[in-house]
């Protein structure tokens, strides 16, 4: 069973536009929420994370928004770049365990 | 500040035969977690090692295994590989036994003929 379901599978996006992606959980003990970044042939690279006790979270271009009620999160990429251009990945975790949930990710491409 | 290494980077094996990964984690952490990523999905946990110890196991069976040495390099075995075994197998090393941010590695890409 997947514990955490990502969508859509695949974006394309404009430069300069804005890209969103969205996830789901079951899990209500889940408390930590990152996203992950990863441009072929490399490992995925921490983007953001976020705690549920926040509902929004800003880093530069991306931001988190996290529903807590609905178990939804979501990664906003504003001002889209050609470099953007990757697979995130969101996941899921509890603070006390010791194994993040992956999505399934999201292929991002951004069109000059 | 070297990242997290791993080695080799690509290997092909045979069905039947053993296989054995290597990961060096990044500087200052001391728990080391090896993830499997199939073509087109996210990664799976496999299992944790913190204090040389497996922590924590995944939905694997017994012919993956692990360890974790004194330096807090970790070793991932795998036994009796089969086809479905191909994949990229990720390497992350963090700080502390519970989750904290992961740092993966690139990987090592195995493919089992």
């Known amino acids: 069973q997947q514990q955490v379901k990502q969508s859509p599978q695949s974006l394309i996006v404009q430069k300069g536009g804005i890209s969103i992606i969205n996830c789901a959980y079951e899990?209500?003990?889940?408390?930590?929420f990152p996203w992950y970044q990863q441009f072929p042939g490399k490992g995925p690279a921490l983007l953001i994370a976020?705690?549920?006790?926040?509902s929004e979270k800003k880093e530069g271009r991306f931001t988190i928004s996290f529903n807590k009620s609905a178990k939804q999160f979501s990664l906003h990429i504003m001002d889209s770049q050609p470099g953007d251009s990757a697979t995130y990945f969101c996941a899921a975790s509890i603070v006390t365990g010791n194994q993040f949930y992956f999505g399934t990710g999201t292929s991002l491409t951004v069109i000059p | 500040d070297a990242g997290v290494t791993q080695s080799p980077t690509h290997l092909i094996k045979t069905r039947g035969q053993q296989v054995t990964l290597r990961c060096s984690p990044k500087s200052g952490h001391d728990t080391v977690s090896w993830y499997q990523q199939a073509l087109g999905q996210g990664p799976q946990f496999i299992f944790q090692?913190?204090?040389?110890?497996?922590?924590q196991r995944g939905n694997f069976p017994d012919r993956f295994s692990g360890h974790q040495f004194p330096n807090y390099s970790s070793e991932l075995n795998v036994n009796a590989l089969l086809l479905g075994d191909s994949a990229l197998y990720l390497c992350?090393?963090?700080?502390?036994?519970?989750?904290?941010?992961?740092?993966f590695g690139n990987g090592t890409r195995l493919t089992v003929t």
């Open positions: 976020i705690r549920p006790d926040v």
């Open positions: 992350a090393s963090s700080f502390g036994q519970y989750n904290s941010p992961l740092h």
């Open positions: 899990n209500t003990a889940f408390d930590y």
């Open positions: 090692y913190y204090e040389e110890e497996e922590r």
